[in-house]
């Protein structure tokens, strides 16, 4: 099974900031990675998928990068609602699995 | 407006048994694929179980595997979760997903949108 390793745990930030999550993965996922967001109380969202492709109606603020192990979720001018749990997800091999979270505070 | 409408959670005791379903409208629910995740109460993501389009194809995770059945009723718009075996580690909001890319089989095994959850509580 792949681990995905998320840091920080928690990152404080303040509104209008720039925030920088990362994933790192125990073995090689191409670009086999999304990330998602859940705001508190709320269901996942998608964000990004195959690494760097923006979901339907995400603001361009989000961006993702990276491949094989190494990824970013980059957050430009954070807005408020932007605080919340991200979660990276593997489709490479079964089974499908997530990182722990970060967890953006303000 | 695609919507995803889960139902079914509740109290069981440990060893009993539970039939979650998941009710899609909005779009050609034939045409994805689905899976249902999971999350205990304070904790992060899991995912359980993933079935193709056309219900020919279902993957599990081991913790679930034998004990829990991935099904589809295409012509209800409607996706289930038979789980059996209950143990207390299974107690957690079962979210149930549409893949975004359509396909007849498996698709891409992102999952989005969500629906809401529900919630199963395995205690005797």
């Known amino acids: 099974e792949i681990v995905l390793t998320q840091s920080p745990a928690t990152l404080s930030l303040s509104p209008g900031e720039r925030g920088t999550l990362s994933c790192r993965a125990s073995q090689s996922v191409t670009s086999n990675l999304a990330w998602y967001q859940q705001r508190p109380g709320q269901s996942p969202r998608l964000l990004i998928y195959d690494a760097s492709n923006r979901a339907t109606g995400i603001p361009a603020r989000f961006s993702g990068s990276g491949s094989g192990t190494d990824f970013t979720l980059t957050i430009t001018s954070l807005e408020p609602e932007d605080f919340a749990v991200y979660y990276c997800?593997?489709?490479?091999?079964?089974?499908?699995?997530f990182g722990a979270g970060t967890k953006l505070e303000i | 407006e695609m919507q995803l409408l889960e139902s079914g959670g509740g109290l069981v005791q440990p060893g009993g048994s539970l039939r979650l379903s998941c009710s899609a409208s909005?779009?050609?629910?034939?045409?994805?694929?689905m899976g249902w995740v999971r999350q205990a109460p304070g904790k992060g993501l899991q995912w359980v179980s993933s079935i193709g389009g056309n219900g020919a194809t279902t993957f599990y995770a081991d913790s679930v595997k034998g004990r829990f059945t991935i099904s589809r009723d295409n012509s209800k718009n409607t996706l289930y979760l038979h789980m059996n075996s209950l143990r207390a580690e299974d107690t957690a909001i079962y979210y149930c997903?549409?893949?975004?890319?359509?396909?007849?089989?498996?698709?891409?095994?992102?999952?989005?949108?969500w629906g809401q959850g529900t919630l199963v509580t395995v205690s005797s």
């Open positions: 909005g779009f050609t629910f034939s045409s994805f694929a």
């Open positions: 997800q593997q489709r490479a091999t079964w089974p499908l699995t």
């Open positions: 997903a549409k893949d975004p890319i359509p396909a007849a089989s498996l698709g891409s095994n992102w999952f989005g949108p």
